[in-house]
């Protein structure tokens, strides 16, 4: 599959990566989804992970534009490609930075709301509706506001709308993958 670039692209691997982890995730048993070890995360964690990141973009994606420029201020170059991005961000992953420097996007952290019995079925119902939440704020910019407005980012800094994406998809994909290991399939 090629790099995506467009706004549709980038809508329809959200959207992939999106169902894939759900599909994947209702496959497993419940030791699956939730058996780990300190050296190795769970499903579960996975998800956790993907959710604590996801979630504060798919609310920020919808600022209206202005108050995105005033907090962040508008990208003075152009947007970086999808390979570009992957190779900032795996150097700084090269250079030691990891997700458990950031408390904000650490599994531990993941609180529930009182009276959540079914884990699983809340964490699924949270993902869903936060990609559906992103995907739609994605898809409400045009492409110039991709590539003008900003956001920070703990590794990269301040990148583009765009860019954020990018690496959305990146990481989403990267667990992916992960959760798919954990669970065995």
């Known amino acids: 599959m090629s790099d995506p670039q467009t706004q549709n692209e980038i809508i329809q691997r959200l959207e992939t990566i999106s169902h894939g982890v759900t599909n994947n995730l209702?496959?497993?048993?419940?030791?699956?989804?939730?058996?780990?070890?300190?050296?190795?995360?769970s499903a579960e964690s996975y998800l956790k992970h993907l959710l604590l990141s996801i979630k504060p973009l798919a609310?920020?994606?919808?600022?209206?534009?202005?108050?995105?420029q005033s907090?962040?201020?508008?990208?003075?170059?152009p947007s970086r490609s999808y390979s570009e991005v992957v190779a900032a961000y795996k150097k700084r992953l090269d250079e030691g930075i990891r997700a458990e420097d950031f408390s904000p996007v650490t599994p531990v952290?993941?609180?529930?709301?009182?009276?959540v019995t079914d884990t699983r079925g809340?964490?699924?119902?949270?993902?869903?509706?936060?990609?559906?939440?992103l995907i739609d704020g994605a898809a409400r910019r045009s492409e110039a506001e991709l590539d003008?407005?900003?956001?920070?980012?703990?590794?990269?800094g301040t990148i583009t709308l765009r860019e954020i994406l990018f690496f959305t998809i990146f990481h989403n994909d990267l667990h992916w993958h992960d959760i798919q290991h954990a669970g065995g399939l």
């Open 26 to 41: 209702r496959q497993l048993s419940d030791r699956q989804f939730s058996d780990g070890t300190e050296s190795e995360w």
């Open 148 to 156: 003008r407005l900003q956001l920070p980012h703990p590794a990269l």
């Open 59 to 68: 609310k920020a994606i919808h600022f209206p534009a202005d108050q995105l």
């Open 109 to 115: 952290t993941y609180r529930f709301p009182d009276g």
């Open 122 to 133: 809340y964490l699924l119902q949270s993902w869903d509706e936060s990609n559906a939440k």
């Open 71 to 77: 907090m962040f201020g508008l990208s003075e170059q």
